[in-house]
């Protein structure tokens, strides 16, 4: 019976995240009351780690939580388009940099966004540099190894 309490609660967990925003575990534990789980925030943190939930940015600012699937960017190729615009890759124990031709940093870090790698945590762009954040549990190494695979690019 309590698998099945808990697998109900995960699927209300999965409706109401995706429809609608919700920015906080507090506001996501009200609306999982009104469906008719009292959860505690324990629990619900719990669930949102079963359910490998992430919290992504919003364009006007502030975040909200996601559930399912990465999605692929628009253009499946696009991140391996942009991989001629990256001229290198360093890192140390917490970023990875990499360089860009001149102008053409944003349009990486886009593409890097967009394919919402389950690696990076966000990228940060300049002119022709952009800072990589590993995700939760992985190293800056494993990530760099990883884009270089994809960019065909050697290691620095």
């Given at each position: 019976?309590?698998?099945?309490?808990?697998?109900?609660?995960?699927?209300?967990?999965?409706?109401?995240?995706?429809?609608?925003?919700?920015?906080t575990q507090e506001e996501l534990?009200?609306?999982?009351?009104?469906?008719?789980?009292?959860?505690?925030?324990?629990?619900?943190?719990?669930?949102?780690?079963?359910?490998?939930?992430?919290?992504?940015?919003?364009?006007?600012?502030?975040?909200?939580?996601?559930?399912?699937?990465?999605?692929?960017?628009?253009?499946?190729?696009?991140?391996?388009?942009?991989?001629?615009?990256?001229?290198?890759?360093?890192?140390?124990?917490?970023l990875v940099v990499v360089h860009?031709?001149?102008?053409?940093?944003?349009?990486?870090?886009?593409?890097?966004?967009?394919?919402?790698?389950?690696?990076?945590?966000?990228?940060?762009?300049?002119?022709?540099?952009?800072?990589?954040?590993?995700?939760?549990?992985?190293?800056?190494?494993?990530?760099?190894?990883?884009?270089?695979?994809?960019?065909?690019?050697?290691?620095s």
């Amino acid at each position: 019976m309590p698998d099945d309490i808990q697998e109900a609660r995960r699927a209300a967990i999965t409706q109401i995240v995706r429809t609608q925003r919700v920015g906080t575990q507090e506001e996501l534990r009200q609306l999982l009351a009104e469906s008719g789980f009292d959860v505690t925030q324990a629990t619900l943190s719990r669930d949102l780690s079963r359910l490998k939930a992430r919290r992504v940015s919003l364009p006007e600012g502030g975040s909200m939580y996601e559930v399912g699937e990465f999605t692929a960017p628009d253009d499946p190729d696009e991140l391996a388009q942009v991989g001629d615009f990256v001229t290198g890759m360093e890192s140390n124990e917490v970023l990875v940099v990499v360089h860009t031709r001149p102008g053409t940093a944003s349009a990486v870090a886009s593409a890097l966004d967009k394919a919402r790698l389950p690696q990076l945590l966000g990228t940060i762009a300049g002119d022709d540099t952009i800072f990589l954040a590993p995700a939760r549990r992985q190293t800056t190494k494993k990530l760099e190894q990883f884009l270089q695979q994809q960019w065909k690019k050697g290691g620095s």
